[in-house]
Nanobody, 124 residues
Framework: QVQLVESGGGLVQAGGSLRLSCAAS????????VGWFRQAPGKEREFVAT????????YYEESVRGRFTISRDNAKNALYLQMNNLKPEDTAVYFC?????????????????WGPGTQVTVSS
């Protein structure tokens, strides 16, 4: 099992940046695909980015490609999401999650472990 806790959310103006972190506990973090998802009010949870267990394969949702960067540090049991050029439509609760699936499998139901989420609000 793995436990996940996000941090780094907050309020930022459009065009600004935030870096989210996800701390993982458990000795097998480096065996999981991990990813970021987000959920805006009244909307379904959606895929943002995933990264394979060793960090060699990375996938992004189209609207964040070129603005967001996912990375991981297995030595620190940590996952990150650098978010640049933020837009009001990026406003959501952001979750990190872990899966045993290939990182191209991005449906939320494929992810077994979830953090509680961190709020990101982008003002216009």
């Amino acid at each position: 099992q793995v436990q996940l806790v996000e941090s780094g959310g907050g309020l930022v103006q459009a065009g600004g940046s935030l870096r989210l972190s996800c701390a993982a506990s458990g000795r097998t973090f480096d065996s999981y695909t991990v990813g970021w998802f987000r959920q805006a009010p009244g909307k379904e949870r959606e895929f943002v980015a995933t990264i394979s267990s060793m960090g060699t394969n990375i996938y992004y949702e189209e609207s964040v490609r070129g603005r967001f960067t996912i990375s991981r540090d297995n030595a620190k049991n940590a996952l990150y999401l650098q978010m640049n050029n933020l837009k009001p439509e990026d406003t959501a609760v952001y979750f990190c999650a872990a899966s045993r699936q290939h990182p191209t499998v991005v449906r939320p139901t494929a992810f077994n472990y979830w953090g509680p989420g961190t709020q990101v609000t982008v003002s216009s």
